[in-house]
């Protein structure tokens, strides 16, 4: 079977539709897909961000590498979420999108030892999928481009149904199987089928029984009460003092303290179930509950939670209070308000500074009215003595050299 054999295939499935970014080769891919017709019946859209900024603008944030499986996936997240805005009567479960990034020969003059690389991942309302290829020296660029092109033409056959597709193989030349990797994670893995409603925005929020497993096709988010103590994080990884914080928290409370994970951040697209598996894994000697929610700020999770008391540290309630991110004091004294008129409140943990003095937030220091008027009423703070563990997530992953995604 040849590439256009395939392409013919891939064509006569009308559903799913794709959404395809591609940058720093295999782009013939196109041609591939378009050249012998029907190719509406699979590509709704398709962008090439081979510029840095084109690139950092497809994607909504910097990723740092250009070329790996994260930036795939996150070309993959980008071109879905594009698909879902323009997806018209097609349904959102049938739209996928596909991110491509490579590195190519360059030709003469290229650094030698320097690697050539291809990572291809697709994102859908049920599953991230990631594959990965580390191309053998020796190959010239035509070489490598088809090869590139066969690996994202072989991601969209399957996902159009079509497992059987291409050998990675050109002029006679075949990538051998051990250059080829496969990664990918699901709902089923995440144990929490309302994921896929909160990735296509059919939901706000979903929850999970912990450890992973507990009750085997998760919890109907329906039938779930609406936590009433809460510690937010982002868990890249979750260590001792998330859980000892949980545990304070509980007790001077008197309430169950769930965990909550928001899947979107302001300036990122949206975790993917890999990297939402990766989190809740390392809650495996946990039990409880963590709510999964699209809210990326705390306004956005009172609301979606009113009544509920926020566990946090203290760098987070300073960005909480930090009138940059609101446009100004005004704005900020708006959103404490509104914080305020929901009945949110805070929990607050004191950290060590750099000069390991250890620091804790209090009405009397600020100045401004408004602050100090909704600290009074609406946080309590955790003294030292009950709480101090001197570790951070970004610490250890920096220690031990974690590439968490």
């Known amino acids: 079977m040849t590439p256009d054999d395939l392409a013919r295939r891939i064509n006569a499935v009308d559903l799913p539709k794709v959404v395809l970014y591609v940058t720093g080769g295999g782009t013939e891919v196109f041609p591939i897909l378009l050249a012998g017709g029907g190719g509406s019946a699979t590509l709704i859209a398709g962008r090439i961000p081979y510029d840095p900024n084109d690139f950092r603008a497809a994607l909504g944030h910097d990723p740092g590498r250009m070329v790996g499986e994260g930036a795939a996936r996150g070309l993959a997240m980008a071109a879905f979420r594009h698909g879902l805005s323009i997806r018209g009567e097609i349904p959102a479960d049938s739209v996928i999108g596909i991110g491509a990034t490579s590195k190519l020969s360059r030709g003469p003059g290229e650094r030698e030892g320097r690697s050539h690389e291809i990572h291809a991942a697709c994102q859908s309302s049920w599953q991230t999928d990631v594959r990965s290829v580390l191309l053998p020296p020796g190959g010239d660029r035509r070489w490598e481009e088809r090869i590139n092109a066969l690996v994202i033409l072989n991601l969209i056959a399957a996902y159009k149904g079509d497992e059987v597709g291409l050998t990675l193989e050109f002029e006679g030349r075949t990538v051998p199987a051990d250059a080829i990797s496969e990664r990918q994670d699901s709902w089923i893995e995440c144990n929490c089928r309302d994921l896929q409603d909160i990735l296509v925005g059919r939901r706000r929020w979903a929850i999970v029984e912990l450890p992973l497993g507990s009750r085997p096709g998760g919890v109907d988010a329906s039938d779930a009460d609406r936590p009433r103590l809460i510690l937010p994080g982002s868990f890249r990884p979750v260590h001792a003092g998330h859980i000892r914080m949980a545990e304070i928290a509980s007790g001077l409370m008197g309430l169950p303290c769930s ?135 970004t610490e250890i992953r920096i220690r031990d050299g974690l590439d968490l995604p």
């Open 259 to 393: 965990f909550e994970l928001s899947l979107c951040h302001p300036e990122k697209p949206p975790l993917d179930y890999l990297a939402i598996a990766s989190r809740l894994r390392g809650f495996a000697d946990v039990r409880g509950w963590i709510y999964l929610t699209d809210a990326p700020t705390y306004v956005e999770k009172a609301r979606l939670f009113p009544g509920a008391t926020f566990v946090v540290g203290h760098d987070a309630a300073l960005r909480i209070l930090d009138p940059r991110f609101y446009g100004g004091p005004e704005g900020r004294d708006a959103i404490l308000a509104e914080l305020e008129s929901l009945g949110t409140r805070f929990l607050i943990f004191g950290r060590l500074d750099d000069r390991r003095e250890f620091r804790q937030i209090s009405a009397g220091a600020f100045d401004h009215p408004a602050v100090a008027r909704f600290l009074g009423r609406n946080t309590r703070t955790v003294p030292e003595e009950l709480f101090r563990v001197d570790v951070s997530s």
